[in-house]
T-cell receptor, first 115, second 111 residues
Framework: ETGVTQSPTHLIKTRGQQVTLRCSSQSGHNTVSWYQQALGQGPQFIFQYYREEENGRGNFPPRFSGLQFPNYSSELNVNALELDDSALYLC??????????????FGAGTRLSVL | QKEVEQDPGPLSVPEGAIVSLNCTYSNSAFQYFMWYRQYSRKGPELLMYTYSSGNKEDGRFTAQVDKSSKYISLFIRDSQPSDSATYLCAMSIYNFNKFYFGSGTKLNVKP
């Protein structure tokens, strides 16, 4: 077990709705990254949060947004859900020092189904 | 062209076989190379990571990186049914702020 916890485990939403996913990072880690993993594919980087600010973003539209809190936990928000947003959403935590990160450890993920 | 290419398999081998899993990449700035194992409906679990070129061994697992060919491998010796999972390669530049993953190779080790 990595100590990275995600909630909820599963979620079913309808197209057009909004969703919030949550992640608690591993003890001692200060950085959280979010990934989307479609069925049969590798994880795709959404964004990373460090010091409560976005520290890098992948090719995802602005309706994907995030937050990091002072305790280093994080939220991923997705607005105006589309059918293609159905996927496993993974949170990974790591430790960053002097602007340089380290190995990322993953949680079990939240499986989102958009109907 | 994807930055990281990985044969999706599936790869089916008998118990005790040596397994070779591979990835190729296009970005010469990648410096860190990771292998993750993912069981069905679980998050990826870090197996090994290496820096730059060379070999690294950990028990039954050996990771190899050939930066000149932009090619990485993971070897599993004496494979076990419990090794049946999807294996993901991942890469990063020096600052680790973004990991680039392959699509994963599904491995089935038959008893």
């Amino acid at each position: 077990e990595t100590g990275v916890t995600q909630s909820p485990t599963h979620l079913i939403k309808t197209r057009g709705q909004q969703v919030t996913l949550r992640c608690s990072s591993q003890s001692g880690h200060n950085t959280v990254s979010w990934y989307q993993q479609a069925l049969g594919q590798g994880p795709q980087f959404i964004f990373q949060y460090y010091r409560e600010e976005e520290n890098g973003r992948g090719n995802f539209p602005p309706r994907f947004s995030g937050l990091q809190f002072p305790n280093y936990s994080s939220e991923l928000n997705v607005n105006a859900l589309e059918l293609d947003d159905s996927a496993l959403y993974l949170c990974a935590s790591s430790f960053t020092s002097g602007g340089v990160g380290n190995i990322q450890y993953f949680g079990a993920g939240t499986r989102l189904s958009v109907l | 062209q994807k930055e990281v290419e990985q044969d999706p398999g599936p790869l089916s081998v008998p118990e005790g076989a040596i397994v070779s899993l591979n990835c190729t990449y296009s970005n010469s700035a990648f410096q860190y190379f990771m292998w993750y194992r993912q069981y069905s409906r679980k998050g990826p679990e870090l197996l090994m990571y290496t820096y730059s070129s060379g070999n690294k061994e950990d028990g039954r697992f050996t990771a190899q990186v050939d930066k000149s060919s932009k090619y990485i491998s993971l070897f599993i010796r004496d494979s076990q049914p419990s090794d049946s999972a999807t294996y993901l390669c991942a890469m990063s530049i020096y600052n680790f702020n973004k990991f680039y993953f392959g699509s994963g190779t599904k491995l089935n080790v038959k008893p």
